[in-house]
């Protein structure tokens, strides 16, 4: 990090720092405190021991000064409290604004139809409606979100995912998807735009990350209503020790005085899980926040949850598990046919074919075989369409198609053709080896196979034996065949795949997992991974991906790394974990607190109980100051733990909820001992 770098991070968080502590003061309203039950209680009891001691100080008796210490270390809690909550808030807003620096307002060029020569009207980007077409040429900014109608363009998206490299947008397919704020770099596009002002997929990313739109997941709301039930158990008790002690004072014959309303507070304060309760907001905005410098966005903290949870995990290959732009790498021709007319055919099926499969042809037989005839004459262009599975062209004469093995030997024989049999051995070979076979055929003649070679990504091997390592089942998802769909599987160490997939079949597996109590994960980009993605209880959508997936998806990794699954599960289970530490921790608190304030409020009453200051604490106000303050302290030295979160571990549960006992439940008994004694000491002192 050089020297300009690291000044400029120090002033961040100078600044993040003073905004945090003036918005500690700003919560101190009711309508801020009323949003944490356990706090809210130390905000009434502050009230109250605050108004007691100036109450005494303006008649001039009792223990003013006292009461006084006492609610200015009450007041502290709450603003350490508010304090690590504004720090996570503060970081939130950081991101939102680096985030909104990016995003411009810019004019755009709306045509009436998808047709490069169509004229353009200027209208300004915020008046754009869902429906609207805009053609973006090179170095203009994309002005919405939306879908590629036509052309074929670099696109920079390091606004939105940080990363230099310029992508390909491209009409059809699975990475046709453009996002407002980015730019094009060469060529032009026309788009369908697919989402309103301020609707767009860059509005909604500052909105999350700013938390407006954060909810509370199911385990922080069945923590936050097991805080409240402990609140509620300790508000009783301490309110009944008010009588017992009147009680004991003037009809049991003891001698001594009783309890002060003070000195309740702050057994209740101490008691109550404060320090928890404190941090709870900060943790889940927190993780979050660490999602996004992964470069990856939830849309909820539920997602982080689930992810935390889940076992299974979906991927799509295509695009995920592979590069995804196959690329032709060899020809073979049939018996009886020459590699030049297996060439030449190949070649013009592909020339009005724009998916990088169909470039990649024209460019092997170009590079491979340079002195093949080219065949002329006009013909008409056949798409491609999921349910005849091959395109091609037809001229007057003939009808040349290139597509999946099944559909051209349908084709053929529809034709009236014989579909050759050592094609079979051919197409064999190339699934054996990874590759996506095609056939070529002319008329009713089959004249070769094609072999796609799909790319594996590097290093996505050993991500998934740690995916396997805590615990998590990966299952790729292909619309291959089989037997390719195998050998990428093995190649990619997978523990299972599902080939000849359609969306229906992603659907049923998943629900077969959901049947038998699996949380499934899945990973995907392209629309017709969209049902699985909505119906899956964790759904990452790469950036790249298409518009329907992003919208199924809960969460969107902004660099289309499958791979950054791991780090999303492992986020997860660290939010789960520090949430239980930190609630362990604060729970344990409990007993030293017990040890320290039980005695000194009762020990002129009953003196029988100092035998429970085994701390030794110099007197009664001495021991619950110590106490009080070190309930306060203790959240301040704990948010950089909730902001950072306690580290995971891939173990076992068993062996990590020993782990978290013996590390924060033993060690949140052993802490207060410490502290407060240290306290008691330095009250002492001055």
């Given at each position: 990090?050089?020297?300009k ?13 003073r905004?945090a502590?003036k918005?500690?003061?700003r ?5 801020s405190?009323?949003?944490n039950p356990?706090?809210?209680?130390v905000y009434v009891?502050a009230?109250?021991?605050t108004?007691m ?5 303006i ?10 210490i ?8 709450l603003?350490?409290a508010n ?6 808030e ?9 985030l909104?620096a ?5 004019m755009?060029?709306k045509v009436a139809r998808?047709?490069?020569?169509a004229?353009?009207?200027e ?27 036509l ?13 230099s490299?310029?992508v390909?947008?491209?009409q059809?397919?699975?990475h046709?998807a ?5 730019m ?11 989402s ?5 997929f860059?509005d ?9 739109a954060?909810?509370k997941?199911?385990?922080e709301?069945?923590l936050a209503?097991?805080?409240?039930v ?9 309110v009944?020790?008010y009588?017992?002690?009147w009680?004991s ?14 000195v309740l ?23 979050i926040?660490?999602l ?19 076992d ?11 590069f ?7 020809l ?6 020459s ?16 998916t ?7 460019q ?20 491609f ?10 001229t007057?004469?003939?009808?040349f ?7 051209i030997?349908?084709?053929v024989?529809?034709a009236?053709?014989q ?10 070979k190339?699934?054996q080896t990874?590759?996506t ?7 009713a ?5 094609i ?5 594996v990504k590097p290093?996505?091997r ?10 998590i089942?990966t299952v790729?998802i292909?619309g ?14 997978v523990?299972?795949?599902l ?5 229906q079949?992603?659907l ?5 997992y959901?049947?038998?109590g ?7 980009d392209g ?22 997936a ?6 969107v990794d902004?660099?289309?790394d499958?791979t950054k699954l ?8 660290q939010l ?17 607190k017990?040890?320290?304030i039980i005695?000194a ?6 003196p ?7 701390m030794?604490?110099?007197?009664p ?8 303050i ?10 950089p733990l ?6 995971y ?9 020993l782990r978290?006992?013996m590390?924060?439940?033993?060690g ?6 410490i ?5 008691d ?6």
């Amino acid at each position: 990090m050089t020297e300009k770098s690291t000044e400029q991070n120090r002033d961040f968080w100078r600044r993040l720092f003073r905004d945090a502590a003036k918005e500690s003061f700003r919560k101190l309203s009711p309508q801020s405190q009323w949003r944490n039950p356990v706090m809210f209680v130390v905000y009434v009891g502050a009230f109250l021991v605050t108004l007691m001691g100036l109450e005494g100080l303006i008649r001039g008796g009792g223990n003013w000064g006292f009461d006084l210490i006492i609610a200015v270390w009450l007041w502290l809690t709450l603003l350490f409290a508010n304090f690590s909550e504004a720090l996570a808030e503060g970081q939130g807003k950081a991101q939102a604004s680096s985030l909104r620096a990016s995003r411009r307002e810019v004019m755009a060029h709306k045509v009436a139809r998808a047709d490069a020569d169509a004229e353009w009207t200027e209208v300004p980007g915020h008046q754009l409606q869902r429906g609207d077409l805009v053609r973006v040429d090179a170095n203009e900014v994309i002005p919405a979100d939306g879908e590629v109608l036509l052309g074929v363009a670099a696109v920079d998206e390091s606004a939105i995912t940080g990363e230099s490299a310029a992508v390909i947008r491209e009409q059809g397919g699975d990475h046709s998807a453009v996002t407002g704020g980015t730019m094009v770099l060469s060529d032009w596009l026309i788009i369908q735009v697919t989402s309103s002002a301020g609707d767009s997929f860059l509005d909604r990313m500052i909105s999350l990350v700013e938390g407006a739109a954060r909810r509370k997941t199911p385990n922080e709301i069945a923590l936050a209503v097991l805080l409240v039930v402990l609140t509620m158990v300790f508000l009783v008790v301490t309110v009944t020790l008010y009588p017992f002690s009147w009680y004991s004072v003037h009809f049991a014959a003891h001698s001594g005085q009783v309890v002060s309303p003070t000195v309740l507070v702050a057994l209740l304060v101490c008691l109550i899980p404060t320090t928890i309760g404190a941090l709870l907001p900060a943790i889940g905005i927190s993780g979050i926040m660490r999602l996004l410098k992964a470069k990856v966005v939830a849309k909820s903290g539920r997602a982080i949850e689930a992810a935390g949870d889940a076992d299974v995990l979906f991927l799509d290959k295509t695009g995920t598990i592979t590069f995804g732009n196959r690329q032709a790498a060899e020809l073979l021709a049939a018996p009886g046919v020459s590699a030049d007319e297996l060439a030449a055919a190949a070649r013009y099926a592909s020339l009005s074919d724009d998916t990088p499969e169909g470039k990649s042809i024209v460019q092997l037989v170009d590079r491979v075989y340079p002195n093949v005839p080219a065949i002329t004459g006009e013909g008409n262009w056949v798409p491609f369409s999921a349910e005849t599975r091959m395109s091609g062209i037809d001229t007057s004469d003939h009808q040349f198609r290139k597509g999946a093995p099944d559909a051209i030997k349908r084709w053929v024989e529809q034709a009236g053709g014989q579909w050759q049999t050592a094609v079979d051995s051919d197409i064999e070979k190339i699934a054996q080896t990874g590759a996506t076979p095609l056939v070529v055929a002319l008329d009713a003649q089959v004249l070769g196979a094609i072999s796609l070679k799909d790319i594996v990504k590097p290093g996505i091997r050993e991500r998934f034996a740690e995916l396997r390592s805590i615990g998590i089942r990966t299952v790729m998802i292909t619309g291959d065949n089989p037997i390719t769909a195998g050998a990428i599987a093995a190649e990619a160490g997978v523990d299972d795949y599902l080939a000849e997939a359609k969306p229906q079949d992603k659907l049923d597996r998943i629900r077969e997992y959901h049947e038998k109590g699996h949380l499934v994960a899945m990973t995907g980009d392209g629309t017709n991974d969209a049902p699985a993605l909505a119906q899956a209880d964790v759904a990452v959508c790469m950036a790249s991906g298409t518009q329907a997936a992003r919208e199924a998806a809960n969460i969107v990794d902004l660099e289309s790394d499958p791979t950054k699954l791991l780090e999303i599960v492992r986020l997860g289970k660290q939010l789960l974990v520090t949430r239980g530490a930190l609630t362990t921790f604060s729970i344990a608190n409990d007993v030293a607190k017990y040890f320290a304030i039980i005695p000194a409020a009762f020990v002129s009453t009953y003196p029988q109980l100092d035998a429970l200051n085994v701390m030794r604490l110099n007197s009664p106000k001495d021991a619950i100051l110590s106490a009080v303050i070190f309930n306060a302290i203790v959240i301040l030295l704990l948010i950089p733990l909730a902001l950072k979160g306690v580290k995971y571990r891939a173990i076992s549960a068993d062996r990590l909820l020993l782990r978290n006992v013996m590390i924060y439940g033993v060690g949140g008994i052993i802490a207060p001992f410490i502290g407060i004694k240290l306290i008691d000491l330095l009250l002492t002192i001055l």
